[in-house]
């Protein structure tokens, strides 16, 4: 059995039992500690290959980059926009959510779920940002998941039992990736606008590991890609939303009102968006029928 193999059914049955060991929590607090904190506690951490470092970036311009990863509709995009040149240097919100609904003429309740709904998914990016005030830190990529390869952080130790839980992180932590990046050539390449999103059950059931696991090697990591320093969660989730798939299929039928859905399902595919023909006819029928109810308003 090699090494890697090992060390995964060795965290599998970890995360299987109900009652921890010191040593097994400890094994399972390092796979889900982030590399700059390792840092901090180590020192002694190796360089990943530059080659693609994006260079550092601000508040402003980092969440501006995520937001896409939202797949929100356009108009939504656009007030989130907002959102986020209003946000200070120390990571707090320069509007009210009163003040954001004046401005573009849109629900309170609206407001407010936008403004929740961005601070919950970049909590982490907002307060690693806001530590600085002098605009020089960025985030500290665990791992580059480049078009052909995928490079974890290596963080060397003296102590045998430390090092061994580092083994142990860099081994599960390297699976995960190379799935990430397997899936996501094309995303990679910037071919495609959209990532293809994984379940962590997909991923869990084809590395074989524990659902818990993988979510563990995931949390609070970013990885450095040829589309700049990505937080790992934004490659897992349940897929584009609905809104999403059918603002697509909208400006599709735009440029070209006789698409077949065949066709429509290769274009989105061609953008990374995978869904069925049968789930593309359903969502243009809807979009036909808003379409329709304007049009007779």
Excluded: W
């Excluded at 998914?121 to 960025?138: A, K, L, P, R, V």
């Excluded at 379940?199 to 450095?224: D, F, Q, Y």
């Excluded at 934004?234 to 909208?250: A, Q």
């Amino acid at each position: 059995m090699s090494d890697s193999k090992r060390a995964s059914k060795i965290t599998q049955s970890i995360e299987q039992k109900l009652v921890l060991t010191r040593t097994e929590k400890f094994y399972l607090q390092v796979l889900e500690a982030p590399a700059y904190l390792l840092k901090e506690k180590y020192m002694n951490v190796q360089e990943l290959n530059d080659e693609i470092y994006p260079s550092p970036e601000d508040l402003h311009t980092i969440l501006e980059k995520l937001l896409p990863f939202l797949v929100l509709p356009d108009e939504d995009e656009k007030v989130l926009e907002y959102v986020i040149y209003n946000i200070d240097s120390k990571g707090r919100l320069r509007i009210s959510e009163e003040e954001l609904s004046e401005e573009f003429e849109i629900p309170l309740d609206k407001a407010k779920s936008l403004i929740k709904l961005l601070f919950e998914e970049f909590q982490n990016e907002i307060d690693h940002y806001s530590e600085s005030t002098d605009g020089s830190i960025y985030l500290f990529p665990d791992v580059t998941i480049d078009v052909n390869h995928v490079e974890v952080r290596k963080i060397e130790v003296s102590d045998p039992f430390v090092s061994k839980a580092l083994q142990m992180r860099e081994e599960t932590l390297y699976n995960v990736c190379e799935f990430v990046r397997e899936v996501n050539e094309y995303f990679l390449r910037g071919y495609r606008k959209y990532p293809q999103i994984v379940t962590m059950t997909h991923v869990a059931n084809s590395l074989g590991l524990n659902i818990a696991t993988v979510s563990r090697a995931v949390r609070s990591k970013v990885a450095n890609t040829p589309r700049g320093i990505l937080p790992l969660r934004m490659f897992f989730g349940k897929g584009p939303n609905k809104e999403l798939i059918m603002n697509e299929i909208r400006e599709l039928l735009k440029v070209d009102n006789k698409l077949t859905d065949h066709q429509l399902m290769l274009l989105l595919r061609s953008i990374g968006i995978n869904i069925s023909r049968r789930t593309v006819n359903k969502y243009r029928n809807m979009v036909t029928d808003v379409s329709v109810k304007g049009e007779v308003r």
